[in-house]
């Protein structure tokens, strides 16, 4: 009589295997969690003060909780010789460089170049290592004593002002500064605001311009001819920019009506030159 085999019994409990290995692994997964969780309390400061350095650029970020004081506008001088403008400026930076504490930065502003041009404008050309980090357009806390200074020489002139931005051909690609013409732009605007937020120059004697690398100083061959074209100019006019004319209503209605008339003299058929030389009027 043949022997009838034994059926295999069916294993219900293979499950338990792949859950073991799922169990396994979340906690794994949560002891790495756990590990990583724990703040360091010196690097959250760093960190929380960059973040508030970057949304908030005109903060004095130095350490010390002292409040910037807002520049007291100054009387303008009344019958000074345009010629003197020049001279006031450079015995007014001279005195600066005696202001700032830093010493590399002290030794900057003896980089500082004054330049009066034929028309009367004086041309303030400030290192761009005197006021931004490399790559930024925050001002840097150690050098508002130096705008503190420009502003109140611009207040003691009277005079209109054009701040002006310029970078080297190196080209720079960050999240903030897709290339050099955001970057030339926002550090003439955070200069604008410094002279105007804090040192009280009126806003609308105040222009920011951003040039990029357009207009070097030297040929961008070396490092060293690359930081002397990365500079703010300060350009303190001796005219001041005329005024915008605003059109009155009466001007927009002829201006409207004259470009109606052109529109449809366009649309008429004018003359039309004939194979013999003369023409033939509609």
Not at 127 to 143: C, H, I, K, Q, Y
Not at 157 to 168: K, S, Y
Not at 186 to 208: F, I, K, N
Not at 250 to 257: G, P
Request: charged share 25%; glycine share 6%.
């Amino acid at each position: 009589m043949a022997k009838h085999k034994h059926e295999e019994h069916e294993n219900h409990e293979r499950w338990l295997v792949s859950y073991a290995d799922f169990i396994t692994l979340l906690f794994a997964f949560f002891v790495v969690m756990y590990s990583i969780s724990s703040v360091n309390i010196g690097k959250y400061r760093t960190v929380s003060e960059s973040i508030k350095a970057a949304l908030n650029p005109l903060v004095n970020h130095s350490g010390a909780n002292q409040v910037i004081s807002v520049g007291e506008a100054k009387p303008a001088l009344q019958g000074r010789n345009p010629t003197d403008a020049k001279e006031v400026m450079i015995r007014r930076i001279r005195q600066l460089a005696q202001v700032i504490k830093d010493k590399q930065l002290r030794d900057l502003v003896a980089f500082v170049t004054v330049v009066q041009t034929i028309n009367g404008d004086i041309v303030i050309t400030i290192p761009d290592r005197l006021l931004f980090n490399s790559g930024e357009a925050t001002v840097r806390a150690e050098a508002l004593p130096f705008l503190e200074g420009l502003g109140g020489a611009i207040l003691e002139m009277n005079r209109h002002a054009r701040v002006e931005g310029h970078t080297d051909n190196v080209p720079i690609r960050t999240a903030q500064f897709p290339s050099n013409w955001e970057l030339s732009a926002a550090r003439a605007v955070m200069v604008v605001r410094v002279l105007s937020e804090l040192y009280g120059v009126p806003p609308d004697h105040l222009t920011a311009v951003g040039h990029a690398d357009t207009r070097p100083m030297t040929a961008n061959s070396d490092a060293e001819q690359r930081a002397k074209n990365r500079r703010v100019e300060v350009v303190i006019l001796e005219q001041a920019p005329p005024a915008p004319v605003l059109q009155s209503a009466d001007e927009t209605d002829i201006s409207k009506q004259s470009t109606e008339e052109v529109s449809s003299s366009a649309s008429q058929p004018g003359p039309e030159l004939l194979g013999d030389g003369r023409l033939r009027t509609p």
